[in-house]
């Protein structure tokens, strides 16, 4: 039986001692049934994560059943694994003249997908994944986003960026030229400069805002400096959160859609190269997101639109829709872990591990 009364603040509160929530733990929570029908389940043995780690709990530890430690791959037709490196450079052709012209197509569809183990949540996507792809362009070329929307619903897409006012994917501006608001079956182009050079994004501009975006409508945009940054092991972590019983606050949080995903499949990233990371937040309901990596510290770029770093620091604050490029390289091998170091984001599912090889 769905209980929404059941808030996620109760929940925390009534865990006491025990540090993480677990898959069980957010299942109860989002008002379904725990996995195994029988309450929370004890610690799986030999799932890894509780040994060495400072997430040792003992008894206390919310349940992970066998092999249900993440979603299958297979349920979501998308793999946070994957999606952590997958930038989508679209296809190019040559303008007249020389200039680049890189186009993507996006369509709006409808679907289920599933937030953390036995958590389905009724997403809208761009392309049948959350977060939508991560498209990546060089400064300076033209770029062109076909867009289809095969949803049940009107949408948009709203670049970060620098354009005209018809292509900024907001209902009510460039209805004449048939952007604005895109009804179901109806399809636009937009089309802009990719400038400024940064870490930007893309969501639907549609109201009720909050819920068009927390349903699953965005994606992290690259738009890369004329020259290049240096050679890096680049990764891409969006900041997102479900709400899963409709009361306008977030059951599931993470980064890259499905709960604790890079605690049980840490990120793997080598001894002393320089790992770069595109971190956004675009978090619906709470008023700030955060990130902090375990053993090190960064340089943050605040939305990468300068190669010279404003900080050298362990733990940053993002509002929503803020993102910062952050470079980093781990002196040691190991297990580090990464997180919101909002706690309460952190339980639901926002944390995960950097493993660190040779
Ligand atoms: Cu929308």
């Not at 793999?79 to 020389?98: A, E």
């Not at 939508?132 to 948009?156: D, I």
């Not at 639109?305 to 390289?329: C, H, K, N, Y």
Request: glycine letters at 14%; a negative charge; hydrophobic letters at 40%.
């Amino acid at each position: 039986m769905l209980n929404r009364r059941f808030s996620r603040r109760k929940a925390l509160a009534g865990l006491g001692a025990i540090p993480v929530l677990g898959a069980a733990g957010i299942a109860k929570l989002a008002g379904l049934p725990s996995l195994d029908g029988a309450g929370p389940a004890t610690a799986a043995e030999g799932s890894g994560h509780a040994k060495g780690g400072h997430l040792t709990s003992g008894s206390g530890h919310a349940g992970f059943a066998q092999g249900r430690e993440t979603v299958d791959p297979k349920v979501n037709g998308f793999d946070p694994g994957q999606i952590v490196r997958d930038f989508d450079m679209g296809r190019t052709s040559r303008l007249p003249g020389g200039r680049t012209l890189r186009e993507w197509d996006l369509v709006a569809v409808d679907k289920e997908i599933e937030v953390a183990p036995g958590v389905k949540f009724a997403a809208w996507t761009y392309n049948g994944r959350v977060p939508g792809p991560t498209l990546r362009a060089r400064e300076g070329e033209l770029l062109r986003v076909h867009f289809s929307n095969e949803g049940a619903h009107p949408h948009t897409i709203h670049f970060h960026g620098i354009h005209r006012d018809v292509m900024d994917g907001v209902p009510g501006v460039g209805e004449e030229v048939g952007g604005g608001l895109i009804e179901p079956g109806e399809r636009f182009t937009y089309e802009f400069d990719a400038s400024p050079f940064g870490f930007h994004h893309y969501h639907c501009h549609t109201s009720p805002l909050a819920s068009h975006i927390h349903k699953g409508l965005y994606g992290a945009f690259i738009v890369d400096p004329k020259q290049g940054r240096p050679p890096a092991d680049e990764v891409v972590l969006v900041q997102n959160g479900f709400d899963t019983n409709f009361d306008f606050g977030n059951e599931v949080y993470a980064v890259n859609t499905v709960a604790f995903h890079y605690l049980y499949r840490p990120i793997k990233v080598k001894r002393g190269e320089l790992v770069r990371i595109y971190l956004l937040n675009i978090l619906e309901f709470d008023q700030i997101n955060s990130f902090h990596v375990h053993g090190n510290f960064f340089h943050r770029y605040p939305a990468g639109t300068s190669l010279e770093p404003v900080a050298f620091v362990d733990t940053i604050m993002q509002g929503q829709g803020e993102r910062d490029v952050l470079e980093l390289r781990f002196p040691y091998t190991g297990r580090y872990m990464f997180h919101a170091h909002k706690s309460e984001f952190a339980e639901l599912g926002w944390m995960g591990f950097f493993e660190v090889v040779a």
